[in-house]
């Protein structure tokens, strides 16, 4: 009884959910974004500004402290 409880398990092993190759695009989306939240939170003023105003800067205040970027 054991022996059929083992051949069972072994057959029924989930698939793989997806290969690196499917989760590539994914990974890359994912890096972009990560590198334009970092810009916003700890660049976007001064000479490299992309927006005009300090309206960017002031929304994100709070997470450049937490995340410890001087912005004074």
């Known amino acids: 009884m054991s022996d059929a409880t083992l051949e069972r ?6 698939a793989p959910i997806a290969s690196p190759r499917e989760l590539l695009p994914y990974a890359i989306f994912a890096a972009v974004l990560m590198l334009v939240l970092v810009y916003f939170v700890g660049a976007e003023q001064g000479a490299t500004s992309l927006f005009s105003g300090s309206y960017v800067h002031e929304l ?7 995340l410890g970027f001087p912005c004074h």
């Open 9 to 14: 398990s072994a057959a029924a092993a989930p």
């Open 60 to 66: 994100v205040h709070d997470a450049r402290h937490l």
